[in-house]
């Protein structure tokens, strides 16, 4: 362990003694990131449910640098824990739909990580994650594309996911398409596969960077 993750190790003991709010108070001005992602792992490893209640309510929160601190939190813990999260993802998908910013980001990469396990727990909100693909923000939509491959993974859901995923093949700016189509090959049947054979095809004589052409060309040999 290096010595700044030490000194960011021992500064966390303190921080982690404290309410919630207080504690993301302190990690504002954490701009390394080092005392925040100590704290993350102490809140995940405790697994305390009042805690993450305090974290996700801090994404609310009218003063932006809490919820800036709080959002980086969130993406932290549900890198480690997903799971303390399934008690609050209607709470998790309001901030999706009137959010902004990284509290919208950091919501949905908590969604995705969830999605990956529990893709049950968001199917009911498919319609909200699908919206946030047409949104401008990109890592928005990196985490909206991983949440639909989820959910599409579940036959009563597969049909509107799968539709959803292609589109968004199709129209994708090109340097998300090749994880794009990595991310959607391993969800994709016979049903959807000439259709996303076609878009690929037809997409790949405008690129141009021999990386994302070997990249959408191995998934095309898979499909």
């Not at 919208?104 to 009911?124: G, I, K």
Request: net charge neutral; aromatic share 2%; hydrophobic share 50%.
């Amino acid at each position: 362990m290096d010595q700044r993750r030490q000194i960011a190790q021992l500064e966390v003991h303190e921080v982690t003694d404290r309410p919630v709010k207080a504690a993301l108070a302190d990690l504002a001005s954490d701009a390394d990131q080092v005392r925040t992602r100590a704290y993350a792992e102490r809140l995940s490893d405790s697994g305390d449910a009042e805690s993450i209640s305090a974290l996700v309510i801090c994404l609310r929160s009218k003063d932006k640098q809490l919820r800036r601190a709080a959002a980086h939190v969130v993406g932290e813990v549900a890198d480690r824990r997903p799971d303390l999260f399934l008690p609050h993802v209607p709470a998790l998908i309001e901030i999706v739909r009137t959010g902004s910013g990284p509290a919208v980001w950091e919501s949905l990469h908590a969604l995705a990580d969830l999605a990956r396990h529990d893709p049950t727990a968001l199917a009911p909100y498919r319609d909200t994650v699908v919206a946030a693909l047409d949104g401008p923000s990109v890592i928005a939509r990196d985490n909206a594309v991983r949440i639909l491959v989820g959910i599409a993974a579940l036959r009563s859901e597969r049909a509107e996911a799968m539709l959803a995923l292609v589109q968004t093949l199709a129209v994708a700016p090109v340097n998300q398409l090749p994880m794009y189509a990595e991310l959607i090959a391993p969800v994709v049947g016979p049903e959807e596969a000439d259709d996303v054979r076609r878009i690929l095809i037809e997409r790949l004589a405008s690129i141009t960077q021999p990386a994302k052409i070997r990249r959408i060309e191995a998934v095309l040999r898979k499909l």
